[in-house]
């Protein structure tokens, strides 16, 4: 059976090789005389220049000096830009408040004694009375201002290149219903 069917697969084969195509030969030969293949040259290849890489002079890519603007970094980046809090007289108040994040600090009063402003202020279980002038919260806060609603804070806080900014943050007097239980 198989020798049947290579029998008959070569009979096929030789049929088609026969002078049946001639036409299509020459037409292929007319066609393609005038033919020339054009391939445009390779271009010219330079040499290679080694080039010596000297890392001292550059500026370290993974320092914040790299993204800060030249202006900023001139004037001394990360030496407190002329901010700088009092680390020292902080250790000497020791205050109670200073030692709370602001966000856990409220106030839950206000007195006016003889024309002054006071704020009661509750951290946890404690509560105090501040005026203003005197500390609160982990970021050197300052009291500026105290009125019957709020207390205004001016704050000393680091920034990503070590330079200390200024920033105003407020509490704001807590009624019954934003007490804890």
Not at 81 to 106: C, H, T, V, W
Not at 125 to 152: A, W
């Amino acid at each position: 059976m198989k020798r049947l069917i290579v029998v008959a697969l070569s009979g096929f084969l030789v049929a088609c090789s026969g002078g049946d195509h001639e036409d299509l030969r020459r037409w292929m030969n007319e066609s393609t005389q005038d033919l020339r293949g054009n391939i445009p040259k390779l271009p010219e290849v330079k040499p290679y220049e080694p080039v010596a890489y000297d890392a001292e002079g550059m500026v370290d890519p993974f320092k914040a000096t790299k993204i800060e603007p030249e202006s900023k970094t001139k004037q001394g980046a990360g030496k407190g830009g002329g901010l700088q809090p009092d680390f020292e007289a902080r250790e000497i108040r020791n205050s109670l408040l200073e030692k709370y994040p602001l966000e856990s600090l409220k106030m839950i009063g206000y007195l006016s004694l003889e024309g002054k402003s006071i704020a009661v202020i509750q951290a946890e279980q404690n509560v105090k009375q501040v005026r203003v002038g005197e500390y609160l919260g982990l970021d050197f806060g300052m009291v500026m201002q105290i009125s019957d609603r709020e207390v205004m804070i001016r704050e000393l806080v680091q920034d990503s290149s070590g330079d200390w900014t200024e920033r105003t943050n407020s509490l704001y007097l807590q009624g019954k219903e934003g007490g804890r239980k």
